[in-house]
């Protein structure tokens, strides 16, 4: 299975300041078709997990353009630009290049 | 407007097994696929299998292989899964979550989720 790894695993990021949390894969996740299978879910507080990001550096409708996912291979990073309180959460990457998809175990952000 | 709704909460005894529904509605249930997912209290997100709702092809997670079975109703547009052979391990929030697979997968639409719990 690919193991997915993530850093820092808690981020207090004060209101108005950048955040950058770091996804990594114990394999490569370029497709044969040139697309990276990494995406990015927030999971807020006593809600089902959300999509930010897809295909390592698509944004999700609806998805506010502060938030940007970028990397290939096995380094991805996903930005904040600007924090804000509604970004309050548990960020996920998950790679879905080969079954089992699996998950990182997740990065707590709150404000700082 | 595109929504999953998911059967209630279950309590069941270790060596039971479980079914959770998942109703659809709001787009064509046939055109996706959908996948279950669990998460443990305190822990990550989990991947269990997903089924071709069109005709029912399932792939599942080995972890899970042999105990879980996922299914759907295209008339009723739900998905359902069954795990068996249930211990304190499987104690956890179960979700459905829809996927167009265009070029890769990812979940645009999550259900509520529906906590499984396991206890004697």
């Known amino acids: 299975d690919i193991v997915m790894t993530q850093s820092p695993l808690s981020l207090p990021v004060s209101p108005g300041e950048p955040a950058s949390i770091s996804c990594r894969s114990s394999?490569?996740?370029?497709?044969?078709?040139?697309?990276?299978?990494l995406d990015w879910y927030l999971q807020k507080p006593g809600q089902s997990p959300q999509l930010l990001i897809y295909?390592?550096?698509t944004r999700a409708s609806g998805v506010p353009d502060r938030f940007s996912g970028s990397g290939s291979g096995t380094d991805f990073t996903l930005k904040i630009s600007r924090m804000e309180a509604e970004d309050v959460g548990v960020y996920y990457c998950?790679?879905?290049?080969?079954?089992?998809?699996?998950f990182g175990p997740g990065t707590k952000v709150d404000i700082k | 407007q595109v929504q999953l709704v998911q059967s209630g909460a279950e309590m069941k005894k270790p060596g039971a097994s479980v079914k959770v529904s998942c109703k659809a509605s709001?787009?064509?249930?046939?055109?996706?696929?959908i996948h279950w997912l669990r998460q443990a209290p305190g822990q990550s997100l989990e991947w269990m299998g997903w089924?071709?709702?069109?005709?029912?092809?399932?792939t599942y997670s080995q972890k899970f292989q042999g105990r879980v079975a996922i299914t759907r109703d295209p008339s009723a547009s739900t998905a359902f899964m069954e795990l068996s052979s249930l211990t304190s391990e499987d104690t956890a929030i179960y979700y459905c979550?829809?996927?167009?697979?265009?070029?890769?997968?990812?979940?645009?639409?999550w259900g509520q989720g529906t906590l499984v719990t396991v206890s004697s």
């Open positions: 709001g787009f064509t249930f046939t055109d996706y696929f």
């Open positions: 394999q490569s996740l370029l497709h044969s078709n040139g697309y990276n299978c």
């Open positions: 089924i071709t709702t069109a005709n029912g092809d399932t």
């Open positions: 998950v790679q879905t290049l080969q079954t089992p998809f699996t």
């Open positions: 979550a829809r996927d167009s697979y265009s070029i890769g997968s990812y979940f645009d639409y």
């Open positions: 295909l390592g550096s």
